[in-house]
């Protein structure tokens, strides 16, 4: 069983930056993909990131490529979503996720889920 914590969501205004990070325990924190995703009300869940375990290569939705970075920490069982030039449209509950293998962008094949963390970017 894997357990994930989310932390650093908050209010920004359209242009600003902010860091998301999402500790894991109760597993083997290397050999899990992991992933963010998004969703607002209404609306489904959104693909936004995902790193693999096995070479730390990287995925993004084309709406956030060149804005956002996702990256792990194998020694702190941490991953992180560093986000960049943040605009209106970013504004969603944002959710960690881990697998066991390879990352993938569809959120129903993520196995564990942090509880989610509000990020809102004010015009």
């Known amino acids: 069983q894997v357990q994930l914590l989310e932390s650093g969501g908050g209010l920004v205004q359209a242009g600003g930056s902010l860091i998301l990070s999402c500790a894991a325990s109760?597993?083997?924190?290397?050999?899990?993909?992991m992933g963010w995703f998004r969703q607002v009300p209404g609306k489904e869940r959104e693909f936004v990131a995902a790193?693999?375990?096995?070479?730390?290569?990287?995925y993004y939705a084309d709406s956030v490529k060149g804005r956002f970075a996702i990256s792990r920490d194998n020694a702190k069982n941490t991953v992180y979503l560093q986000m960049n030039r943040l605009q209106p449209e970013d504004t969603a509950v944002y959710y960690c996720?881990?697998?066991?293998?390879?990352?993938?962008?569809?959120?129903?094949?993520?196995?564990?889920w942090g509880q989610g963390t509000q990020v809102t970017v004010s015009s």
């Open positions: 790193i693999s375990w096995s070479d730390d290569s990287t």
């Open positions: 996720a881990a697998r066991y293998g390879p990352p993938v962008h569809v959120w129903t094949q993520f196995d564990y």
């Open positions: 109760g597993g083997i924190f290397r050999k899990y993909a």
